[in-house]
């Protein structure tokens, strides 16, 4: 579904990604765990489109075309979606009218009919109930004075609404209690299919007790380092990043590293 | 003397009524001119190429135009229609109303003369308007009347044969513990050049209370100039909507005088502008008595070429203690080429005071852009809906029919695909 080669990102001058290459294919739920810095945020940023990240190399292809030459709401309608570390805030936007229109505006992108207000509302009733979430949020300001817990449920409750093909979750966990995120992990799991990706960042081990992936991947330095099933996260949680950096001497420094 | 002023001071018919008036003030337009550059008052709105303009004075076949106007949905107590400054008996609706005077000033000629003598102009718009004025209303409120339903003064601007000025006066007069609410909509029924001038005086007496809704959607490619001045007695409260979108060259004073004891003006408002747009919001506010309050909220968006003017002065008297004035004004620049130029003033006199005013300038938040975008919005729609909420962060308020009318006019003058962000 999704193979990135080689890809090397800028922001604002600093080269951030320097080669980094993946492929996550239907069905499957991959992590990718780093330390700060680590470009986490980037590949999710620049994979859903936003300014200020400059590709210098490498390809991106989703579903068989370049994903790197959509606009970012085309790559919405084709079925990417990010649920932001940071939700923002949009004051006099109706969160409810927000995403009819947002869902609309992909359906009409698709060849598909839009949905009425009765329709719409029929198919977010559905999805609250699963997500328990409360319809209050519904008519508030787009996560306008939201809670960090609620910011993220809202973005779990996008997900789940929009049915997106590739979900990124960019370090959903981070802020949440343990109720919190249990809650925002059964969102996830009852999205798992068999023709949905997921691409789940995250610092610390603990969301993946609950989102257990497929396949776990270390970013450190703008490069995948490490590669493994979910016991690599455990061995991450138990000894830490520099672990990683120890048995991946940077090459530039590799002067103790022939023997 | 400019070309306009000449092909507007010459000879004219009028009613005998009017005719002290009118010489009195022509005599003054004379006199003064229209402002320069130098007038602090016009810094950001220059009248050079308004100066070479000649227009006619008045249409004389305004009786006899066919409109094409949406009027607004919803009851009123009244609706007035004046097309380029002359009242239309055939497209007015006024019934009887207890406690509720309507008058026409065209058919009152020493009724409009001594309006006219009662508030000299104090600046070259005002004489114009005074030299030129034929028609108007006159709308008094009895002292303890409530009129529940609206009363609605529309002001249509539609090509004539050649460029005309035209002119006219409205008087809003509300008696002690009145109330009334008074939509003012401005509309184009077509393009045109015109110059208009509309002068509107309102009298609150004490506790009266006057809901405003100013609707300005005037004509493409004409000019307007308004002045709107209200006096407040003790406690009145003066509840003011004004949207601002149409025409070309549009200015507006808004001066409010809150003279009685405990007077409150609340004043939200809109301009949002495109095109070649320039839109001269002037508001001036004068605490004079104690215990005053006034509560000012205005926003402003200017895309494409346009240009957008907001000063907002407030005054508070030696003496007005206890006053209270707030003032923010917000605004958003959606091209490069757009100008907004906003300056709020603060003048304080009296000793106990509490005042806060502040104002910005700034472009669309890409964060949020992008979040919107993010989840399918089209750049377009994303910028539009963005837009639409910085306004309605004024407009909450509106009751929801008006409110609908109000972000329908927005809407057709938010950003298109094209603009360049």
Known sequence: MLKIVDLHVRVAGKEILKGLSLEIAAGQVHAIMGPNGAGKSTLGNVLAGREGYEVTTGTVEYQGRDLLALEPEERAAEGVFLAFQYPVEIPGVNNTYFLRAALNAQRKHRGEAELDSMQFLKKVREKLAVLHLKDELLHRAVNEGFSGGEKKRNEIFQLALLEPRLAILDETDSGLDIDALRMVADGVNAMRDPARAFLVVTHYQRLLDYIVPDVVHVLADGRIVESGDKSLALKLEEHGYAWIAGRHVPAHDGAGAGG | ?421
């Open chain 2, 1 to 421: 003397m400019s070309a306009l002023l000449e092909s507007l001071l010459g000879e004219r018919a009028a009613p005998a009524a009017l005719a002290g008036v009118r010489e009195a003030a022509i005599a003054a337009l004379r006199e003064r001119g229209l402002p320069g550059p130098r007038d602090e008052a016009w810094k950001y709105t220059s009248l050079r190429a308004l100066e070479q303009r000649r227009y006619a004075d008045g249409d004389c076949g305004a009786r006899m135009r066919a409109i094409d106007v949406g009027f607004l949905p919803g009851p009123s107590a009244a609706r007035l229609v004046f097309v380029n400054g002359i009242h239309r008996e055939d497209l007015s609706e006024v019934g009887a109303v207890t406690g509720l005077d309507i008058e026409r000033l065209g058919e009152r000629p020493d009724e409009l003369a001594a309006i006219l003598r009662s508030a000299p102009p104090v600046d070259a718009f005002g004489e114009l308007n005074a030299a030129l004025a034929l028609d108007g209303v006159r709308v008094r409120v009895a002292a303890g009347a409530r009129i529940q339903a609206p009363v609605q003064i529309v002001h249509v601007g539609t090509p004539a044969d050649g460029d005309v000025a035209w002119s006219l006066r409205v008087q809003v007069e509300l008696g002690d513990g009145a109330q009334l609410r008074l939509i003012e909509h401005h509309v184009g029924s077509a393009p045109n050049a015109n110059l208009g001038s509309i002068v509107a005086a309102y009298r609150l007496g004490a506790r009266a209370r006057l809901d405003l809704i100013q609707l300005q959607d005037g004509a493409e490619g004409a000019g307007l100039f308004r002045r709107s001045d209200a006096v407040l007695g003790s406690d009145a409260i003066f509840d003011l909507h004004t949207v601002e979108v149409g025409a070309q060259l549009a200015r507006h004073d808004l001066v409010v005088a809150l003279e009685g004891r405990g007077a409150r003006l609340r004043s939200r408002g809109v301009f949002a502008l495109r095109g070649r747009q320039h839109a001269d919001t002037r508001l001036a506010v004068t605490h004079a008595a104690r215990d005053t309050a006034c509560d000012i909220a205005w926003r402003g968006v200017a895309d494409q070429r346009s240009r957008g003017v907001f000063h907002g002065a407030i005054t508070v008297a030696a003496g007005a203690d206890g006053a209270d004035a707030q003032l923010s004004n917000k605004n958003l620049l959606l091209s490069a080429q757009a100008e907004i130029d906003t300056q709020p003033v603060l003048e304080i006199h009296a000793d106990e005071v509490k005042a806060a005013h502040g104002a910005t300038v700034g472009q669309l938040d890409e964060r949020a852009l992008f979040y919107l975008r993010s989840r399918g919005l089209p750049l377009d729609l994303a910028r539009r809906m963005l837009v639409a909420a910085f306004c309605g962060a004024v407009l909450d308020d509106l009751e929801p029919a008006l409110r609908a009318r109000v972000d329908a006019l927005l809407a057709a003058r938010l950003p298109q695909a094209e603009a360049t962000p």
